[in-house]
C-alpha cells in the first residue's frame, strides 16, 4: 500500500504541474497521452481491491483517502494567500485530470474509487472550493460546446 501511495500522489503532482494543457486545442490531446503514461497505476487499483476481497469497501476508501489527505497536508504549509490561490489548481487538477483518468475506463471499482475520494475531498474541505465527479467526455464535449456555453 505505500508504494501505491506514493505513486498516487506523484500522480496528483504530475497532473497539477499540467494544468497549462487544459484549452481547447491541448486538452483532449494530453489527457489520453497521460492516461496511458499513469494506465498502469489506475488499472492496479481494482487488484489492490480484489486482493481485499472480503474488506473491499475499506481498501476504496483507503485508496480514495490519499490524494485528499496529501493536498491537504501541503496545503496546511501554506500561508492563507498561498493556500487560497493554490486551492484553485488543486480543484482544477483534480476535476479535469484526476478524478476523470479513474473514470475513463468504467472500471466499476476505480468508479466508486473516483466518488469516494470526491465525497472525502469535500467533507475534508480540502479546499475552500467544491469538487464535483466530472468524466473526461464531459470536459471534452464541454470544448465544443465552447466550455458548457460559458464562453
Known sequence: MEETRKALEDFFDKMLGSIQYFKKETYEEFFKEAYDRHRSLI???PALCEEQEADEDRMIGELAAVIPAYVKQKGQEMSKKQKSRAGMDYNLTMAVYVVPMLCYQRVPVNERIAGRMVELWNETKVTE????KSE?????GGFRKKLFGIF
Open 43 to 45: 488499472m492496479s487499483l
Open 129 to 132: 472550493y467544491t469538487l464535483l
Open 136 to 140: 473526461f467526455g464531459q470536459i471534452a
